[in-house]
Each structure stands twice: as C-alpha cells, then as structure tokens.
C-alpha cells in the first residue's frame, strides 16, 4: 500500500461564508497546475454561482440509494478510487450517509479514499465537530444531529478558517445568495442571528487558534527548541497559598493587561507525597477565586523541589514571564538555600539561553518578576508536627518493652553462658531497639537505647561491672550504639508521622472534594453543607449564625440542640464578620481546623451566593412589577377608549330625538354596542388577571395554545392580512386571551403604519415557536426600535388620531407576562418584523425519523 493521501479541510463558522467557494477554487488553482483533480461530492444548494465553479472540473458520477421510497444521490467511493485522482473534492465532512450503504457517516468514506492514497479536499462547519455540539446547541437552540469527530479534523494536514463577519453574512444572506428567498426570513430571524453568528466564529477562531498552538508546540519538540517564542504572551505566576497572594495575582493581572490581552495563569506547587506544607486551604481557595475574576486560570502542580516544577510548568505553557513574591526566610534562614525566587531568576536560564537573576530579570526571552510585600523577611512559620502518631496503648507497650526488652536481653545473655562477642551484643540491642521503635514510637526506642548502652558496658565491655571502657574501640562501638538506635528510632517514628499525615490528608482531600460537590446543588446548598460538617467532625449538632443588632440569628441548622449562640458552641470558625459556623457535642482538635476553615470559607460562599440569589430574585419582581404595570396603565388608557368610543357614540345615537333611524340602522348600531361591549369585557376580564398578578393571587393561564386557534380572533377586523401558518406547527405554551390581545395590537399597528398588506407567519425552531408580523412599510431606524415600546411612543409624522402610542407597550408587556419575548427585525426588502416567541409544546419524536439530508439546510 501506498503513502496515505492528506487531508484539507474549510472550517467555517456556519453555512454561507464561503467553504464550497474556496474548496472549488482551489481545486481550479491545483487543476491549472497540472494536478488531475476531480469533483467527488459537491453540494450546490441551488446556489448558481457555486454551480458555475463546477464547470471545468470532472464530476464522478454519484451512486445512487433509495431509502423508504425516495431516491438519494451519495458520494461513489469506489468510484473515486478506481478512478485514482491525485485530489479529490468532497464537500460537507459531516454529513450523514442515507442508510444502507458501507459507512454511516462521509468523513468515513473519506478515510477510504485517504487510505486509498487520494489527498482530500473538504468543508465543514464548527458547529458540526463533536466537541462543540453541546455549546452550539445552548447558542443556536437548534441540535446539530450530524457530527464529526475532532480527531478527523485535528489529523488534516491543513485547516484553513473561511472568515467572516456576521454582517456581511446576513447580508449575503439578504441578497439571496445562501438561501432561496421564502427561506431567508425564518433563517435571519433564527439561527443567522447577529448574536448566534458572532458566538459560533468566536468557537470557530479559538478551535483554530488551539490547533495552531499544538502545531506550534509539536514543531518546538521536534526541533528540540526549548526557548520561548513569544507569540503569545503568557505571564505565569507562582502562589503559595500566603498572605502575600493576593498582592503577587494582582501584580501578574497588571503586567498581563500592559502586555495586551497575555494570557494570566496562576500555578501552585504541592508536595509529591501530598503531606501538609503550611498551605492555607483558605488563602488558596479566595487567590483561585481572585485569579479567574480577573479571567485568568489557576494550576497545580506536583513537586519537591519548588523552584525546578515552577520552572517545567513555565516550560510546558511556553510562559514568557513569571511573578514571585520576595522571600519570607529570615536572614540567618538563607544559610540553608537561596530561596525559591532567587533560584528560579538563576536557573530560569535553563527555559532558553543565557541567565540573569535579581528584580526583573531576564533569560532566553523569560522575564522574572520578584516582587516586595509586607510579608518579605518575617518567615514562614512552622507546622505543627506535636503529638505522637501513635496511640496511648501502643506507647504503653512501647515503653514496656524499653524498661523490659534490654533486662531479659541482658539476663538471657548472662544467665545461658552465651558470650557471641561484644560486637554481636550490639547488634541484638540494636535490632530491640529497633523493635521498641516499631511498638512505641521514638521516646521509648531512645529510652530503650540509653538502657542498652549501659548494660552493655556494664555487663559485656571488659572491664566488666564497671562504667570504664578500657578498649577504645569498644567505646567506639557502643558510641556506634546509642547514634545508630536513634537514628533508626527517629526513622521509623519520621515514617509512623508521615504515614499518618498521608491518611490525614487524603481524608482531608475526599471531604473538601465531596464539599465541593455539594455545595453546587442551589437552593439546598447550605443543608447540604451543615450536614457535612456534622458528619464529616462527629459533633451533635452544627449551625450557620449571623449577627443580628441585639444578638444572633439562625440561618440554618442541623442535628439536635443545636447552638443558639457561638459561646454555647464548643467549637467555631468565622465565617465573615457577622457570622459564625457553630458546631456543639465535642471539642475539635487543633488538626482538624484546616477543614474546618475550608467549611468556613465555602459557607461564605454559600450565603453569598443565597444574599446574591435574593437581590436578583427582588429586582425581577420589580422589574416584572414595572411591565405589568406599565402594560396595565397603557391597556387602561388606550385599548379602552375605542369601544368605550363606540358604545358612547351608539347610544347617543339611538337617544337623539331628531333623527329617525329605520329598523336596519337600529340593529346595526345595536350589534356595533354589543360588539363593543364584549370585546370591553374581555379587555376588562384580561386587565383584571394581570393586576390579580401584580399583586401575585394569580398567574396567567399557561397551557398549550395552537396558534391557528388564536390567530382568527386577534385578526377580526384588520383588513389586508395574509396568514401562512403550517398546519403541523407545534402548539405554545401562553394564555390564549393575552395572546390574543398582545397579536391584535401589534397587527393592528402594523396595518395603520405599514401602508400596505401585513403578513402573519409561525415557525418552530428547535424549543421556541416564533409568530412574525411582517410589513413592507418604510421600517424603523435602529436607534429607536426599543424606543418604539415605551409608552406614549408615536414615530414619526403619525396624526394624533392614529392613537396614543401604547400599543406596542401593552403587547411587549403581555408576552414578558407569559415567559415570551417581543423584539423589532428589519424585514428583508424594507419594512418592519416584529416577532414573537414563545416555547413550544413538546411533540412526540417517532422512533425512527430517518436520514439527515444536507446539513446546511437543516440549520436554519
């Protein structure tokens, strides 16, 4: 077999930018070049101007497959590869193959013909790589069924990004050069948004962006280049977890922000073994949220040596500067190293080229920035290591076997007439002290050592019975003795500590890893987190308090008898300044404050986030009040006055006394007074609910609503209007009689200032229906389309008849009060677009929906 074809792919960030354009034209380039190139799937979309590309390229004819009684036409793989071009053309990676055929999916079909050895020439959209799926979908509100794998992408040989501007978009789009023009306005109104647009080719530049970085990063390791290159600042700071990390993030977010948009990546090293360092969970958990606010990302990293992972993360993120913060050793400290700052400005030569050090320094194109605080010579701190590891009964019998071990030893040795020499004697003391050290910890195994070299000297180095060695080489082994047993003792007692801290910390890092998860669940947060605490400290009760003017309030409690008060708690940890975490049934020990204070800290949080929660909660009443209120004024003063007009005018009609009317005019005005004063108690009926929700009794009546039940109604009496509505459009959720009044005013204002026929469509996209009130008028300028909806509102040179201006307000004021929207659309050709939407009803998917065709026309 052959070399393996390569593959070129146009990524675009939706239909229309471009891709099949460029693919052609650079198929004609090639094909001018000499290379035999072939067409082997182009879709043209009824698009002329693609089709005119097509000439003068050789077409392979498509296979054809008939699925459920139609006939599809698919890319001939076999085809193709009989036919062996040097490139061939296939257009849309991601579409899906009609069932039946060898592969499911064309990017399979071009991995054939890629093994075939045919480089490949194809497009697709970045709302089709698999990755992104789920974030288009929360953008466009559309599924994108038809999908490709990354990888498929990631291994093209070239991926070149067809750019453009969402404007420019929506203007080809306007001009017809996408879609077919009775598609144009469902698609502008949809997906081809200006939001939607700009979103998917944000996605579509950082995913080429990425790749661009991994293809930057595999060139540097195939080269062996280990310097920096600066195409892309990147300021890494290093934190670790003092006081001074707040002033050291800062500082990184300042220089970052000169260098023009650096990116800012904070990294803090732990220890291998994952024991304590004198971390602050605390200080640590508040520098991460202080490095994301300022849209940075926060690292960490595993190392001993603090100074050399600082230095290989620098090296893996292709850093060009990095912040530390000056060293907090005291001076007669440095005897023992430099510090990690100064290590780092000496070593940081080691990235690239060259060395420097000291405030600022720079190496290999890597600045090193050591920056002064209020911390800087006043030390560390020590972590308290106090307290045995092992238990009471273990030390007991440690210390047994210290006063015991050595007396039977000695007496063993005496009373058997055994005398192995004076070296064996040592070493059988050793390896008890040994054993002590292993039962009792280290004050035992000491204590067992202190004994041992006395009986030994007394009872085994010559001259016997007497503390006087006479032979310096036995003074010299007992010496060997008494260092080596405490050396061993100090081991094994180092290791019990650490085994110790190790179980510690890991039970540490599954409570603060299950806290976290639980204080993500919303509402329920703070039960869920006063639960842990009780479970996680074994305390009877636990309770969240905050201060109030005259004493103390509780926010929420767990348990039995929990604490009223933090000085009937036996134990606490400060929240904020006005509240206190309580827990009551036993007093905590020193080493289990470092999780109580990570509680602490996340019930901080939490009651931020509920204060949060309720201000938001408070200003949407308000805000909700505001429209409802604004819609009610606005129904009062003006949907009221019409028929109240016409009832008025019709009875003073019927009263006057010197005119005559014939039993014809009398009806007449009769059904124009009853046809009035139905239509005034439906708007009383409908002004009634709404104050009734103002006031929060009652909420609209939001059932399912088929449009074309609702349109008849609000339509009654609007000349000129044309109604194109599917007849399988999925119902709304909405109150029908709001609707209803909210669809009359705004086909009403739209036939009095349109000046000319007003279209009403429906269309569903995806969770929403949109219901769309076209006019061909002479539309309204940007700058005062939401003007349009406040009250009293008459553009232009409208008579004072036409009016008051609150139509609009009462129809947006309606929709907010059912979860809809009402936004103004410039209409394709002039005229205004005023649309509606709503959520949808569900409908019931059949099991089998059959194939996906041409993904570009499925996205709008």
């Known amino acids: 077999m052959g070399a393996r074809g390569e593959l070129r792919v146009y990524l675009g960030a939706a239909p229309g930018v471009g891709k099949t354009f460029a693919m052609l034209g650079e198929g004609h380039r090639r094909a001018a070049r000499g290379t035999d190139v072939v067409v082997g799937f182009v879709e043209t979309h009824g698009r002329p101007r693609t089709a005119e590309l097509i000439e003068g390229l050789e077409v392979v004819p498509r296979r054809t497959a008939a699925y459920r009684g139609s006939t599809f036409t698919e890319l001939d793989v076999d085809a193709v590869i009989a036919r062996r071009p040097e490139v061939a053309l296939v257009d849309e990676l991601a579409h899906t193959n009609v069932p039946g055929g060898r592969n499911e999916k064309r990017w399979q079909d071009v991995e054939e013909i890629l093994d075939a050895g045919i480089d490949v020439i194809s497009t697709v959209n970045v709302q089709h790589l698999e990755s992104l799926n789920d974030v288009v979908e929360r953008i466009a509100g559309v599924p994108q069924r038809e999908t490709v794998p990354d990888e498929v992408v990631r291994r093209a040989g070239q991926v070149e990004l067809v750019d453009m501007t969402p404007e420019a978009l929506r203007r080809r789009m306007a001009h017809g050069n996408v879609y077919t023009p009775e598609k144009i306005d469902a698609a502008l109104a949809a997906y081809f948004r200006v939001g939607n647009l700009t979103a998917l080719r944000e996605l579509a530049l950082l995913w080429v962006a990425d790749r661009v970085d991994e293809g ?26 003092g006081p001074e990390g707040e002033t050291l993030v800062r500082r990184a977010a300042r220089i970052a922000a000169r260098a023009g948009r650096a990116e800012l990546l904070a990294v803090h090293v732990a220890r291998s073994d994952g024991l304590a360092d004198g971390t602050s969970p605390q200080a640590l958990a508040r520098q991460r949220t202080l490095v ?30 990095i912040v530390l913060g000056s060293s907090r050793r005291r001076g007669w400290q440095f005897v023992l190293g430099p510090g990690v700052g100064a290590t780092v400005a000496r070593e940081v030569g080691s990235i690239g080229a060259g060395g420097g050090s000291g405030h600022g320094a720079a190496a290999g194109g890597v600045d090193v920035h050591l920056v002064t605080h209020e911390r800087v010579g006043k030390g560390r701190g020590l972590v308290s290591v106090a307290g045995s590891p092992l238990s009471a009964r273990r030390r007991g019998y440690g210390w047994a076997l210290a006063l015991l071990g050595p007396a039977l030893a000695t007496f063993a040795l005496r009373a058997g007439g055994l005398h192995p020499g004076l070296n064996t004697d040592v070493l059988l003391f050793l390896a008890l002290t040994v054993v002590v050290a292993l039962v009792g910890g280290l004050w035992p195994a000491v204590a067992a050592a202190v004994l041992g070299f006395v009986l030994l000297n007394w009872f085994f180095t010559p001259p016997l019975h007497t503390l006087t ?18 050396a061993v003792s100090s081991v094994v007692d180092l290791a019990a500590r650490r085994t110790r801290q190790a179980a510690r910390g890991n039970a540490e890092a599954e409570i603060l890893s299950l806290l976290a998860t639980s204080v993500l669940r919303g509402e329920n947060a703070l039960p869920a987190l006063l639960s842990r605490v009780r479970e996680t400290f074994g305390v009877r009760a636990a309770a969240l308090l905050e201060r109030t003017g005259d004493g103390w309030r509780t926010v929420g409690s767990t348990g039995t008898d929990p604490a009223a008060d933090p000085d009937d708690a036996e134990a606490t940890a400060r929240v904020s300044d006005a509240s206190v975490l309580a827990l009551s049934g036993r007093v905590l020990p020193a080493a289990d404050r470092r999780v109580l204070s990570a509680f602490a800290s996340q019930a901080e949080a939490v009651l931020e986030w509920r204060r949060l929660a309720e201000d938001a909660a408070r200003a949407r009443r308000l805000a909700e009040g505001d429209k409802i209120r604004t819609a009610l004024l606005a129904a009062v003063s003006h949907d009221l006055r019409t028929p109240l007009a016409s009832i008025k005018a019709g ?51 939001i059932g399912p609503v088929p449009v074309l039940e609702v349109l008849p109604r609000a339509l009654a009496g609007v000349p000129d209007v044309t109604v194109d509505v599917p007849d399988g459009l999925s119902p709304v959720w909405a109150d029908a009689g709001l609707l209803e009044r909210a669809l009359a005013n705004v086909v009403e204002n739209a036939a009095k200032h349109g000046g000319g026929p007003v279209l009403v469509t429906a269309s569903e996209h995806g969770s929403r229906v949109e219901i769309r009130v076209v006019d061909r008028g002479p539309g309204v300028p940007d700058n005062v389309k939401e003007r349009m909806f406040a009250p009293f509102q008459r553009l232009g040179d409208a008579p004072r008849g036409t009016g008051v201006g609150l139509g609009l307000a009462v129809a947006r004021g309606f929709a907010d009060a059912m979860g809809g929207t009402l936004t103004p659309e410039d209409t394709p050709g002039g005229g205004l677009t005023m649309v509606f939407a709503l959520p949808a009803v569900p409908p019931v998917v059949p099991p089998d929906a059959g194939p996906h065709r041409h993904e570009e026309e499925g996205e709008a």
Request: avoid cysteine; proline fraction near 3%.
């Open 216 to 241: 930057l990063a595999r060139y540097r390791e195939q080269h062996g280049i280990t310097e920096p290159w600066e195409a892309r600042e990147r300021v890494v700071v290093a934190l670790t977890g």
């Open 292 to 321: 994301e606010s300022l849209g940075g990302g926060y690292h960490q990293v595993l190392g001993d040596d603090v100074a050399a992972a600082i230095l290989e993360f620098a090296r893996g993120v292709n850093a060009t500067q």
């Open 469 to 486: 060695i006479g032979e310096p080489e036995n003074a010299l082994a007992l010496a060997v003795f008494v260092a080596v047993a405490v």
């Open 651 to 701: 009875v003073s009609s019927l009263r006057a006394t010197d005119v005559q009317w014939d039993p014809e005019d009398e009806a007449e005005l009769l059904a124009t007074i009853e046809e009035s004063a139905d239509r005034l108690d439906g708007l009383i009926g409908n002004l009634l609910d709404m104050s009734r929700l103002r006031t929060g009794v009652v909420t609209p009546l």
